[in-house]
């Protein structure tokens, strides 16, 4: 009875992991999606809390919004082997106003959506280098997509401490 129950549970396992995985039509949706909440992020915190720390040892709201499109620019060329737009890290070149800010970021996604549809669908399981792994080009995307997510969400408390109600969450 228990092998039985390990073999359902692999299945089970083996199935959602299959599910899980998303095409490549599909991606490009999803980092439209993201691209679309992360501007409502953007928007919602008024000019004056750009410069916002909630402590001083971490990144105020527009670093992090920047480090955000550090790595998209970063993940993406590395995914897609396309040149970087930048130059040099946006965390330490762009002006930490508003609209600077909103144009870096917005570029950003332009940019690993544009990466994104360049690669051709039998790509997408190539290996590629990132931070010393080797990933699927597909799964460095992936990467990029979990960092991205990880630093919007940061700025939820950012939000909150400057009495801002974060943007309602946006699965679809």
């Known amino acids: 009875m228990k092998r039985l129950a390990f073999l359902v549970t692999m299945l089970m396992f083996a199935a959602s992991a299959t599910y899980a995985q998303f095409s490549k039509t599909e991606m490009v949706a999803e980092w439209r999606r993201a691209k ?7 928007d919602a915190m008024p ?14 709201y527009a670093q992090q919004m920047l480090h955000l499109a550090d790595a998209n620019f970063f993940f993406a060329s590395t995914a897609s082997g396309k040149k970087m737009p930048i130059q040099a890290s946006a965390e330490k070149t762009v002006a930490p106003e508003k609209e600077a800010v909103i144009k870096t970021v917005m570029e950003s996604y332009d940019f690993v959506i544009e990466s994104l ?3 051709a669908p039998d790509k997408m399981g190539e290996k590629v280098k990132l931070e010393g792994q080797e990933v699927s080009r597909s799964g460095a995307f992936g990467k990029a997509f979990e960092h991205q997510t990880h630093h919007r969400g940061q700025c939820t408390i950012y939000l909150r401490l400057k009495g801002v109600t974060p943007p309602q969450e946006k699965l679809f």
């Open 117 to 119: 549809e360049s690669v």
């Open 36 to 42: 679309e909440y992360t501007k409502e992020y953007l």
């Open 47 to 60: 000019a004056d809390g750009y410069g916002f720390k909630p402590t001083k040892e971490i990144r105020s």
